[in-house]
């Protein structure tokens, strides 16, 4: 089994442009006052991963299987098993084979509703994969199929998707995936009769912040179980667990795990194993993006990355960033005021309105920390308009982003 962590591959679009090894630098303001730098900067810091997947993995009530496609970094993923994070969830061949490749015992699981019949032969002839989430019965027919046709024996693991009615997170994800009530009945007895483990999953939607979404979740798959009358495995509670941004503050952590624990007790499933598939939660914090103020045109700053770039939910989404003003030579004015984002694009889309509070003498030159971007950042930055060109430096500090957040409140 080869590694194909290749730096041309397309699951790293800011590293086409590395064959080596990223800088290393103690902290943010050193890398900008050693290279000044006229592109857009990715600052990974995987001491503040690998303790943000710690905390989760001791305090989380069962198994932490991470999101892969919320942040594919090999640093990242490394940060990850450095904290303790053996699971992942992958949702494509490329992500397996990533996985695979770097780490040989880990468990993977094919989180992917709706598969390529290569990747699934793939993945459980040469990969090891065991686990596979469906939410239909042809789905189910695919990978009996493609399973069979590898002649490779093992025990099968399916974990049954739940569609949920839309809630309290800030992206829903009901609307594409996921089966009904009756159809998950089904699916859940067609599915015991050739899997070893059979489980239930479902996702409250990404940046949920109310803990009692899960309750929800876990009462509706409690119904579906009873329906289907089937011995259950595995309950997975998925991902969404949120972190904080400058307008959003969510509970402790902790209140969220306390509300799983409970709804998965109140299930009554001796012997069953609890899952979660967090990606934000884990990552968010591992990496800050410097970009430069090219120009400023009263409250607005044209700034080197965009919606095309890293700053994707920061456009459509209207996600807010905590940010953070890096002027190596002067010092600042003390005021701060509200500013919005153009990015570097001829798109007149590629605009971040925050707010963005900064002092209220930012010129041209600036350099501007944003914070919180390990997540869903670096992973959707695609070559639009000829602004592919990124660097990864790494931050050795922890400040796991916390001075910048109490910054931008
Ligand atoms: C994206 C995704 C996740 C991770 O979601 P976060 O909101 O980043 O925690 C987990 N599971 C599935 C199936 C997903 O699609």
Redesign the pocket.
Known sequence: MSVVARPGSPVFPLRRQFVTYPVRRPTVDEVVAADRPQEPIHCLRPAAVANTARDFVQSFPGDVLY?V??NPDPVVLRALWDGGVRHF?C?SLSEVRLVRGMFPNAGIHF?HPIKARGAIRESWELLGVRDF?LDSADELAKIRSEIDATGVSGALGLIVRLALPKGAAK?D?SGKFGADFDAAVALLRAARDCAETLGVSF?VG??CLDPLAWRSALELTGQIIQAAGAKIDVIDV????PVAYPDQEPPPMAAFFAEIKNGFEQLGLPGARLWA?????LVAAGTSVVVQVQARRGGMLYVNDGVYGSLADAGTLAFRYPVRLIRPDRDASANRIEFSLFGPTCDSADVMHGPFVLPDDVAEGDWIEIGQLG??GACLRTAFNGFDHARIVEVTDDVRQTELLRLAA
């Open positions: 999101a496609k919320c969830d949702a989180m989430v992206l994800l996702h990404s940046q998925g991902g969404g667990f598939e967090p990606g934000r939660a997540a869903y």
